[in-house]
Structures are given as structure tokens and as C-alpha cells.
């Protein structure tokens, strides 16, 4: 039993930094916007949140600073693709790059060192105790205790799912996406809806951030996020940017996530790692399975 | 060409002249800084020698990435099938024996069949199942990495060191040197010409070309797109596989942990700032590298931290391609008004 509920909580810390960076890949999918750049904010996100946490010594001030990093990646995104209109696929890349550099340099600048940096000083983000349900055996110990961060996406999915397909204004967001010109036609800009698309994304990353760097474990590394941002794309384009879709796909991941640290016992922990990315492969190949289906 | 040199020159200054802020901001001085950086790949014959040593595996991922994406193919998977090649020269280097002029060769071709290996089971899945090698190939770059790590670790590990790594290859696999010059450059030309060649004059390259400029056009015009897609891929891994073999016969000659780390990458900035050009990526492949065998002697001589680099060619990558992006748009607009003056006069 405590392995199920190992695996089970497991999944859900796996799930959790790919279904928050893929929810902000939604919306910009939705908007229209071919947006690679999430694995770079995830990262300055992750970054920024070790760095607030330990120099201002409080976790929300680190959630906050990790938010601001990720919004800054997030408004050059904007200056360039919209504004300057440079190709979203190059603007994305060299962000991404631009992250794991500017992340790294700073990590020397900063804190002295090469690598990674950890530190007693750095304040995690506290794990939430719900007292009453914390009681029930086996589901108390899964539906309580989790990271903040975790209820807090929990929340994010249905707000998401609220925000684009029942609000005026994610009419407006997915008709960017959808047709652009008649969008433009009716007075609304599309460009103010692409920049807002990508504002949210970046909030969205940069709590995906925090919670790699202050949730799931409590330092910065280099390069951290290890592709995490590319399975989270992946997922958006399996289900299309459907919020609960990502969901149930992020679990899926996680859940391989979860099975590679129990795998561990078994095979050398190289090939444990690779779980994810096979997994996301996998995925994919059902996915064009299925579309073919449907085209036939 | 001209305009694309112009803007590229601008682009570069402007974003130098942008990390010069960023150092100014930190408190360092960008004019000694920037002095150090190319005083130690430029100046003198040993830096240029380590530059253009450097420069070989950039260059190649760079090619490689060129030749994809202008041929329609987004084969972002460099750095997997560059750890792929880098493996099998090797293993090749570890357990054959054969004189230079047999095994030098032997090798090299071992480096190709293993990156296109990689970017053939890409190639595969796209062909069966229809999936993107957009993100394939990325997912495949994170099997590549701990797939080399594990091999490295544990059936090719050396047991006289402590960190992961392989003992050395047979001595004939070492790429000869002469001076400060290794033999690596002599390789990267004649591919380059090879590529060039194969790329800009043969029927097989205009197909490619075609193809990725349009490829509704390409298949009316009777291109066997999805055979072309196919070889394009098989090819550049091979391009990609060969500059991981470079790197293991010309610098450590064995495989360490971390090999090649960034070489693929940067390939794919170079290529995205080149425009896919393929004698924009050569001489951008020689800037980046001049950049980054400075980064070292930046360092001692500054205090820059050498990762500096990484962040001033992200700078660079964005600033070019935006500048140009911009400059054709001013361009086009001043052509107009131009044209409406001829036609109001």
C-alpha cells in the first residue's frame, strides 16, 4: 500500500511542472503562437525562485521573483515575435538557449559556484496539511500533503478550462488562433491577444519553475528542467490545448516519471531516466495512430 | 549577398555592443574584455589553430542543421546523433586495430553510419506513423544522452579513472597533427565542399531545396519527396555523427562524460542565424568558435565568467535574425518609395 501511494504521490510531483508549463502552452496554442519557449522559462522560473527564496528568505517572494524571471523571458518573447515579428520558431530556441546560458552565468555570478547550488537557506514552498481529510487512510495520504504548488494547479486547470472556452475573452484568444484576419476585422487586436496569451504563459512557467526549484527539490541545478518544457509542448499538441486533455496526459508522464524511480531497483538509473522521454514517444505514436484513423 | 552581410555585420555589432552593456552593468570593462576574448582565438597562430580546431564541430551540427531546414525537414536532434557518432568512433577506436590510413577513414565512416543511425530512426517513425521529428528527434537527443552515459559507465568504462569515461582509442584512429594544426579542418573542408557541392549543383540538392521552400511545388514538379525527406535526414545525421566523431579523434580521443555538450546547438544557432546559408553557417561557425576558444582567456584575464558566451551568442542569435527581419522591411519600404518618386518625377 505505501508503494501505491508512493507511486500515486510520485506521479503527481512528476505531473505537476509538465501541467503547468503545458496549461501556459495552451493558451498559446490557442492564440496561435508557435510556442517552443517554455522549457527556457520553466528554467529562468526555476532559477529566480531559488534566487528570491534565499536572498529575500521567504517562499512566496520566491514564487514571485521565479514568475517575474519567467515574465521577462515571456516579454522578450513578445518583443520579438510580435513586435519585430522575427520567426517564433528561431525567437524560441535562442530564448531557450539564452536560458540555460544566462542561468548558468548567473548561477556563477551569483552564488559562486558551478553546477548546482543548495543551501539550508533556501525556503521550500511548505507543503499543505488538510487537517480532517488528512485522517482517511490511503486517500488522506494522497489528497493531503501535497506541495502548495500542486493544489494551486489543480485550481489552475479549471480556471484554464473556464477562462478559454466560457469567457469573452478566450473567444477572443482562440479566435487568434483560429482566424486571425476576421478577428483583427472585428476590432479586436490579435497581436494584444497573442502578447496576453504569452503573458499568462509566462506566469504559468514560472510557477512550473518555483515548483521544480523549491518544491520537487529544494536547489537549482544547471539545466535543471531537463526537457521538461519540450514534453510539455508535446502534450499540448496530443490533445490539441485542451486543459483537461493536458491533465490527463501530465499524470500520464508523471506516472512514468514515478515508474522510473521504481525501476531503479532494477536497471542501471541511465535507462530509468530515459522512461519520460520514451514514454512522450509513445504517446506520440498513439496519437498519429489515431489521426490517422480518423482521416481514413 | 551584400545586404545579407550588412545586416549580419549589424547585427553582430549591435549585439556586442549590448553584451558590452550587460558588462558595463556588472562592472566590468567590455573594451579590455572583449580584448581578451579575441586576443586569445584570434591573435597569434596557437589561438587560431585552437579556434579553428574548435570551429570543426560547429560547423558540421551547423551544416547539418542548415542542409534540414532548408531542405523542409526540422531535424533539431544534433546533439543525440552527434553523442551517437562520437560513440561508435569509439568503440571502433577501442577494438579495432588497423594501420592510420585504414582505421582513420574506418572511423570516421563508423561516426556517420552512427548519427545517421540516429536521425534514421526519426526518419522511421515519421515514415511509419507519421510522428513529427520535430519533437522525435528532441526526445531522441535525451535517449542519446544517458544511452552514451550508460555506455560509458559501465561496458566501455575505464577502470582506471574515477569519473565516467572510456580509455583511449588505438593511437592510428588519432587525427595527425601538424604544428598546432589538426587534420580535423582538412576533414571539415572537404565535407564542407562536398555538402556545398552535392547541395547547390547536383539534381538531388535543388530537389531538397525546392522541397523546403515549397513542397506542394516540389511534388508537382515530380520530386520524390518523401525519398528525398528520407535521405535529407539520413544525411544530416551522418553530418552530425561525424562531427562527434571529430571531436572524440581530434581532441581527448576517448569519450568523456559532457562530450560535445553544446557543440550541437550552437550548430543549430548558427544555422537559424545563417539563415540556413551554407557559407553564412561556415563563417558563422568560425565567429562562434573564435567566441567561445576566447571565452577561456576572457576569463583569466577579466574575471568574466566564460559562460558569459552562451548568453552573448543567445544575444547574437536573436538580435541578427530580428535586425534582419526588420532591415527587410525597412528595405522593401524604402524600395517602394523610391519606385513612387521614379514614377511621380
Known sequence: MNIFIGLINGMISGATPILLAALGGAFTYYAGIFNIAMEGMMLEGAFFAVLGSYYLHSWPLGILCAVVGAMVMALIFILFTVYLKTDEFVTGIALNLFAVGSTTYMLRQIFKVKGAFSDPGIIPIPQIHIPLIEKIPVVGGILSGQNLIVYLTVIAIFVSMYVIFKTRFGLRLRAAGYNAPSLDSSGVKTATMRIWSLVICGVLCGFAGAFLSLGYVTLFSENMTAGRGWISLAAVILVNGNPGGIALISLVFGFTDGVGLFLQKYLPNQFTSMVPYLATLVSLYFYSIQKRKKLI | MSKKF??????????????????????????????????????????????????????????????????????????????????????????????????????????????????????????????????????????????????????????????????????????????????????????????????????AGYEWRMT?????????????????????????????????????????????????????????????????????????????????????????????????????????????????????????????????????A
Open chain 2, 6 to 203: 550588412v545586416s549580419g555585420i549589424l547585427g553582430i555589432l549591435a549585439a556586442l555592443i549590448l553584451g558590452a552593456l550587460i558588462m558595463l552593468f556588472q562592472g566590468y570593462n567590455p573594451i579590455t574584455t572583449y580584448g581578451a576574448l579575441f586576443s586569445y582565438s584570434l591573435g597569434g597562430l596557437y589561438p587560431l589553430a585552437i579556434t579553428l580546431r574548435n570551429s570543426v564541430p560547429l560547423i558540421l551540427t551547423g551544416l547539418s542543421a542548415s542542409v534540414a531546414f532548408a531542405s523542409g525537414p526540422v531535424n533539431l536532434g544534433q546533439p543525440g546523433q552527434l553523442l551517437i557518432g562520437a560513440l561508435f568512433a569509439t568503440v571502433g577506436g577501442l577494438y579495432l586495430h588497423l594501420p592510420a590510413g585504414f582505421m582513420i577513414p574506418l572511423l570516421l565512416i563508423l561516426a556517420m553510419i552512427g548519427g545517421a543511425l540516429w536521425s534514421g530512426i526519426a526518419a522511421l517513425l515519421r515514415r511509419l506513423f507519421s510522428m513529427d521529428e520535430f519533437i522525435t528527434t528532441l526526445m531522441l537527443n535525451m535517449i542519446a544522452d544517458f544511452l552514451t552515459y550508460w555506455a560509458i559507465s559501465y561496458p566501455f568504462f575505464d577502470q582506471s579513472s574515477y569519473s565516467p569515461m572510456t580509455p583511449q582509442i588505438d593511437k592510428a584512429g588519432w587525427l595527425p597533427e601538424f604544428g598546432n594544426f589538426n587534420s580535423n579542418i582538412l576533414i571539415m573542408v572537404i565535407v564542407f565542399v562536398a555538402v556545398w557541392f552535392i547541395f547547390k549543383r547536383l539534381t
Open chain 2, 212 to 344: 523546403g521552400q515549397n513542397s506542394i511545388f516540389a511534388r508537382l514538379g515530380g520530386c520524390k519527396i518523401d525519398k528525398n525527406y528520407v535521405t535529407v535526414m539520413l544525411l544530416t545525421g551522418a553530418l552530425a555523427g561525424l562531427a562527434g566523431g571529430l571531436v572524440v579523434m581530434a581532441g581527448p580521443h576517448r569519450f568523456l562524460k559532457g562530450l560535445g555538450a553544446n557543440y550541437a546547438w550552437d550548430g543549430v544557432m548558427i544555422a537559424m542565424v545563417a539563415n540556413n546559408d551554407l557559407v553564412g553557417t561556415l563563417l558563422y561557425g568560425l565567429f562562434f568558435s573564435s567566441l567561445q576558444s576566447g571565452a577561456l582567456g576572457m576569463e583569466l584575464i577579466t574575471a568574466v565568467p566564460s559562460e558569459f558566451i552562451q548568453v552573448l551568442q543567445s544575444v547574437i542569435v536573436l538580435v541578427v535574425v530580428a535586425g534582419r527581419g526588420v532591415m527587410d522591411v525597412v528595405m522593401d519600404k524604402l524600395q517602394i518609395k523610391r519606385k513612387a518618386r521614379e514614377r511621380t
